[in-house]
DNA sequence: GCACGGCGGGAACGAACGTTCTGTCTATAA
DNA sequence: TTATAGACAGAACGTTCGTTCCCGCCGTGC
């Protein structure tokens, strides 16, 4: 339950669930008090302004994905790594509940490139394209910094064209064009 | 000049203008009507709401890219047609002013599958995938099926990449990866 | 026992939101 | 010449925005 969590949490918790939903502006402070079961004090208790809410929310979901990343390179062998990668990527964008990725969403909603949002997006970025590059470098790939940058390019077009078209189809190409070009 | 066309061409011309580069919920109507030099009484004249310029805003992108993709069909070879669309949105993606693309970006501020502002996406990105299975096909592509749905995988990478990333390396990604993928 | 900090309840702030209105001016068409 | 329609200017609508504040309650630690 979220009811029993503490102000801080259940406001977390409820920021990722509407602003991943409803997008970032869409969804006002009243709205995430509500929910939240919180007053307006004691979000800006915990949040100096709104926008700290919505980076909090980034950096809870970057830490989620570091940790499922990091679980599924500990069970899998290195030869394997990228493949698994991309049926991770194939099943998320195909979960009940999808919308797309959520930095790249967020992104869409703070064009400003200085703007902490946008920081936290590429701090994100920046840890997956690194993460792939290693995978694929204890992989064995020829050349690794072209794998991670493939990597990258196939999981955003997937996620976003997930959300926009049929995502079973998209699921299959993304495997079947990830295996052609990683060779593997 | 902008500032001699119609009132409702100006509003169309600044609206692409500011909500490609700011976002669509931040731009206001103060915004726009100011910018545009058109009254408040003028803007409603021309649309009902302003969602409504939103949807007129995006079926020009529509139609603007239309004509990019007739215009290169018709200068090209049947056979070259597949790189030539992705060199074009290799160079799209590395000019100027790009923001990623129009349609995934309007898309990430309205999560309502139903929402008109979805339907003017989903009808542009029905046209594009359609577009591309005709040009795979008179490519003679032994899957113009699975050609289109690289091709769009590959193009919604490609654009929201190079908005976060380095676009150029995305450029040189993209290409070679259609490359292989395509076999051409 | 008492001070203190975290939290709930709720009012209030100014600003901006999208939208509607009244009224005046001017160019075009009957 | 007059009627009409479109654009102008600008005030105003009610609502919502993000943010701040005051007050009373209650649990914990000194």
């Excluded at 007053?39 to 940790?67: I, M, N, S, W």
């Excluded at 690794?144 to 998209?170: I, N, R, T």
């Excluded at 299959?172 to 295996?179: E, V, W």
Aim: aromatic content about 8%; proline content about 5%.
């Amino acid at each position: 339950m979220t009811s029993d969590a503490s102000p801080r949490d259940r406001l977390l918790d409820t920021a990722s669930d509407l602003f991943y939903r409803e997008g970032i502006h869409t969804v006002g402070v009243d709205r995430l008090v509500t929910e939240a079961k919180v007053t307006r004090a004691t979000f800006y208790r915990h949040f100096p302004a709104k926008e700290d809410l919505v980076v909090a929310y980034l950096r809870a979901t970057d830490q989620r994905l570091r940790g499922a990343v990091a679980r599924m390179v500990e069970t899998t062998p290195a030869g394997e790594a990228l493949p698994a990668v991309l049926e991770f990527v194939g099943e998320s964008a195909c979960a009940s509940g999808f919308r797309g990725c959520h930095f790249i969403n967020a992104a869409a909603e703070y064009p400003d490139p200085e703007h902490i949002v946008r920081n936290a997006v590429d701090e994100h970025r920046g840890w997956f394209r690194d993460a792939m590059a290693e995978l694929a470098t204890r992989a064995g790939h020829p050349d690794p910094g072209y794998a991670a940058a493939v990597l990258v390019l196939l999981h955003d077009g997937a996620l976003q064209g997930a959300e926009l078209d049929d995502p079973e189809q998209v699921r299959r190409t993304l495997l079947r064009a990830g295996r052609d070009l990683l060779g593997i």
